[in-house]
């Protein structure tokens, strides 16, 4: 880990205490308020709760400094995704999306920003820069896309969407702060699902817009307050409890992942095996001159939808799920959820168990797939 990375992390629970008055509670206290006492000029303190909220502010400033942005809470990634497409973008714009990107970004596209006038098209991760971007007002990317894991060059990308006067977002979920910044590499926006590794506990829906452009913040921010599209208090609370163990849990699963891919590409039951860090993979030059980490994700073939399924639930330390970036290690057969991937395709989402115990069940239940 960088040592500014190494700096940041060392100071993320400790963000609030440069306040604290002797007897404070050294936790976030959980404030949960629809209104605030405010009377005369109330500008600058909390009002009302759709307005602002305390325990947001505290959020906010571990996303910030994570981000060395402005941030602003949302109550799910699509929520975060859609203040950045609403806020921005207007009737006769036109936006590019990753073709094999979450897909549920692209049926926001179709359902809802195309009839309004925004038209757009979609670009593989892989070869996002074939085209270029002349007309485009915003460019959005995931990368590593999901669920096949591609990368596409977010400097060169943000620089040739900048000469045409677009406006590059990019989905960091998968890879968090901690793992890359797209920020730093010349993105315009970062969008993030922190339901997903950030939160970690898999146990509620958050999200974040984050911009070095005050505009770009004003607009968001605007968005938010008008829409009513605003984080519970106690939905901020957990997310603030779960920063707290970010780095740990990120550094274990990136940790572990790195292991098990090795593993799994020696494995006789396992074909077409995607992981960014992988000596030999596709993305592998291109991760390593901009990822920090090389994520906890894993994509790999099994011969028949059957024998995806039977993998996934007979691993005794597998979660069946649709999310990742828990504790608990997870999986999916992806084309369930409607990705065009073949049916034995299976996105495996590495959690926080001891790797050789992981590693010992996941041989296990592919051994017992047979040849």
């Known amino acids: 880990m960088p040592e500014t990375a190494k700096s940041r992390a060392a100071s993320l629970a400790h963000l609030r205490s440069g306040d604290f008055a002797k007897g404070d509670p050294i936790p976030l ?8 006492h405010s009377p005369g000029d109330a ?6 709760g759709r307005f602002s909220n305390p325990t947001w502010h505290a959020v906010e400033h571990m996303l910030g400094h994570l ?23 207007k009737s006769g714009d036109r936006i590019l999306l990753p073709s094999d990107g979450y897909h549920t970004t692209r049926a926001l596209a179709e359902r809802f920003l195309k009839p309004l006038g925004v038209a757009y098209d979609v670009r593989a991760t892989s070869s996002m820069l074939d085209g270029g971007f002349a007309g485009y007002r915003m460019i959005f990317v995931e990368t590593p896309s999901n669920p096949r894991l591609d990368i596409c060059d977010i400097a060169a990308v943000a620089k040739a969407a900048h000469e045409q006067g677009a406006v590059l977002v990019v989905d960091n979920t998968t890879m968090t702060p901690f793992g890359q910044r797209p920020l730093d590499l010349g993105a315009d926006i970062v969008v993030s699902a922190d339901t997903k590794a950030i939160n970690g506990h898999s146990d509620v829906l958050f999200g974040h817009v984050a911009s070095r452009n005050p505009d770009i913040v004003a607009r968001v921010r605007d968005w938010r307050e008008t829409a009513g599209g605003i984080p519970g208090p106690f939905e901020a609370w957990l997310v603030h409890r779960g920063l707290e163990t970010l780095e740990v849990r990120f550094d274990r699963m990136c940790s572990s992942a790195e292991t098990i891919a090795r593993r799994l590409k020696g494995h006789r039951s396992v074909s077409g095996l995607r992981f960014p860090g992988l000596e030999g993979d596709a993305s592998n030059n291109l991760a390593r001159a901009q990822m920090e980490r090389f994520g906890f994700l894993i994509s790999f073939e099994l011969a028949s939808e059957e024998k995806a399924e039977d993998f996934i639930n007979n691993c ?3 979660e069946s799920a649709t999310s990742f970036g828990g504790v608990h290690s997870s999986a999916e057969r992806r084309s369930k959820r409607g990705d065009a991937v073949p049916p034995g395709f299976v996105r495996l989402a590495i959690g926080c168990e001891p790797v050789e115990e992981l590693w010992q069940a996941i041989e296990t239940s592919l051994d017992r797939l047979g040849d």
């Not at 206290?29 to 605030?36: D, R």
């Not at 060395?68 to 497409?85: E, N, W």
């Open 29 to 36: 206290p959980l404030t949960m308020a629809s209104i605030f």
């Open 316 to 318: 005794a330390l597998i």
């Open 67 to 89: 981000e060395d942005a402005q941030c602003v809470a949302f109550p799910s990634g699509m929520a975060a995704i859609s203040a950045a497409f609403f806020s921005l973008v």
């Open 43 to 48: 500008t600058g303190y909390d009002q009302y």
